[in-house]
T-cell receptor
Framework: AQSVTQPDIHITVSEGASLELRCNYS??????LFWYVQSPGQGLQLLLK??????LVQGIKGFEAEFKRSQSSFNLRKPSVHWSDAAEYFC?????????FGTGTRLTIIP | ETGVTQTPRHLVMGMTNKKSLKCEQH?????MYWYKQSAKKPLELMFV???????ENNSVPSRFSPECPNSSHLFLHLHTLQPEDSALYLC??????????????FGPGTRLTVL
């Protein structure tokens, strides 16, 4: 069965600093990979997705993610975070089954 | 973001009440989903409808009853719920066919509290 691991439950970053959120997936082949963001009391908004081709994917709000097959990873990055980026971030994968989510990483931004 | 809408946004109900959650998608998709999001747990897929037919039911208790009258609307009928059913209920839709990437788009959710 496929699974998604987000090893960091909570990350705190200073405003303006760079950010990297980790995601590892478990699946025999290359799955479809997604990052979603959830602000408090809101639904999930799609940030970006990877299906094939260029392993560096650009998303909305200045986010990017890099697919690394050798590490089974799909880490999310942003060069300079803004206070409005404070939210919960979910990595998800879909092989030939349903969409599987990680447990999420809560991002706190400090001044 | 008005692609997927959900009503009500907040709902408080007693254990003996009957209520319904509504989801509507304006994206022309052919598949719709119900998820349950509880604190400190991964998202749980409850139901999947594709072309208005239920294709997956992940052993959800019968006190939750879905209905999909057409490809744009999805309901979740609730009756005799338990306090542990309190959660955020999320609806999503996607275009589920071989030519698409089946990306799911989510609504804002209904925050349900069962007293």
């Amino acid at each position: 069965a496929q699974s998604v691991t987000q090893p960091d439950i909570h990350i705190t970053v200073s405003e303006g600093a760079s950010l990297e959120l980790r995601c590892n997936y478990s699946y025999g082949a290359t799955p479809y990979l997604f990052w979603y963001v959830q602000s408090p009391g809101q639904g999930l908004q799609l940030l970006l997705k990877y299906f094939s081709g260029d392993t560096l994917v650009q998303g909305i709000k200045g986010f990017e993610a890099e697919f690394k097959r050798s590490q089974s990873s799909f880490n999310l990055r942003k060069p300079s975070v803004h206070w409005s980026d404070a939210a919960e971030y979910f990595c998800a994968s879909r092989g030939n089954e349903k969409l599987t989510f990680g447990t999420g990483t809560r991002l706190t931004i400090i001044p | 973001e008005t692609g997927v809408t959900q009503t009500p946004r907040h709902l408080v109900m007693g254990m003996t009440n009957k209520k319904s959650l509504k989801c509507e998608q304006h994206l022309g998709h052919n598949a719709m989903y119900w998820y349950k999001q509880s604190a400190k747990k991964p998202l749980e897929l409850m139901f999947v409808y594709s072309l208005e037919e239920r294709v997956e039911n992940n052993s959800v208790p019968s006190r939750f009853s879905p209905e999909c009258p057409n490809s744009s609307h999805l309901f979740l009928h609730l009756h005799t719920l338990q306090p542990e059913d309190s959660a955020l209920y999320l609806c999503a839709s996607s275009q589920a066919d071989r030519a698409s990437t089946d990306t799911q788009y989510f609504g804002p959710g209904t925050r349900l509290t069962v007293l």
